[in-house]
């Protein structure tokens, strides 16, 4: 069974910069995309960004295009999400996403196959 752990959600200014690291064990994570989901309470998750299993293709939601990057370390099976110019929209509990992608970066809601326990991310205004 695959296993995924969030790390390094938190509270932070708006304009600050937070990464969030998301460890996997339990199958073998350079052989898949991974991605990164949000939800705040009442709405449903959504999509933030996705990236290919070597690392090479990369794939982000409108709304965080440009300020987040999404990236992946296969020897330390660690995928990475730098989010920077944070805003208080971005004000969510963030899960790490295994996924069932061979080949692409474009991870649907239905392509996932475990998710991470969540960490919250916290912008205040």
């Known amino acids: 069974q695959v296993q995924l752990v969030e790390s390094g959600g938190g509270l932070v200014q708006a ?3 937070l990464r969030l690291s998301c460890a996997a064990s339990g199958r073998t994570f350079s052989n898949y995309a991974m991605g990164w989901f ?3 309470p009442g709405k449903e998750r959504e999509f933030v960004a996705a990236i290919n299993w070597s690392g090479s293709s990369t794939y982000y939601a409108d ?6 990057t999404i990236s992946r ?9 730098q989010m ?3 805003k208080p929209e971005d004000t969510a ?3 790490c996403a295994d996924s069932n992608l061979r080949f692409g970066s474009r991870v649907g809601i239905n392509d996932v196959t475990d998710w991470g326990q969540g ?3 916290t912008v205040s205004s």
């Open 15 to 17: 304009g600050g910069s």
């Open 38 to 40: 949000r939800q705040v």
């Open 73 to 81: 370390d296969n020897a330390k099976n660690t995928v990475y999400l």
């Open 84 to 86: 920077n110019s944070l």
């Open 63 to 68: 709304s965080v295009k440009g300020r987040f």
């Open 93 to 95: 509990v963030y899960y």
């Open 119 to 121: 960490t919250q991310v």
